[in-house]
């Protein structure tokens, strides 16, 4: 399995962002797709998440509502719409797949490389 994150860069805050991972899986539809994110010297930290036919997603609690999470089972493609951008979100953000659903989880069995999103004041 491998997943090929895309869509980082460098953007003024109150600008956007959006974030694409194909991923190298059989059956795409099998897997529940997630975004964690991890900023310097910080944890990693769950920021969004899909299921695996997109009828089901979740997010963090500070990106709700400028963030959208979706998904082409057609393209093996994942998607993080990211709008509204504040310098807090500055991190490496990763795309991640697992067989569960689990809203706020940070295990996953399948990791991106990472995209850096940076977001200037």
């Known amino acids: 399995v491998q997943l090929v994150e895309s869509g980082g860069g460098l953007v003024q805050a109150g600008g956007s962002l959006r974030l694409s991972c194909v991923a190298s899986?059989?059956?795409?539809?099998?897997?529940?797709m997630g975004w964690l994110r991890q900023a310097p010297g910080k944890e990693r930290e769950f920021v969004a998440t899909?299921?695996?036919?997109?009828?089901?997603?979740a997010y963090r609690d500070s990106v709700k509502g400028r963030f959208t999470i979706s998904r082409d089972n057609a393209k093996n493609t994942v998607y993080l719409q990211m709008n509204s951008l504040k310098p807090e979100d500055t991190a490496v953000y990763y795309c991640a797949a697992r067989g569960i659903y689990a809203p706020g989880s940070t295990t996953y069995d399948y990791w991106g490389q990472g995209t850096q999103v940076t977001v200037s004041s």
């Open positions: 899986i059989r059956t795409f539809s099998n897997y529940v």
């Open positions: 899909i299921s695996k036919y997109g009828i089901g997603t």
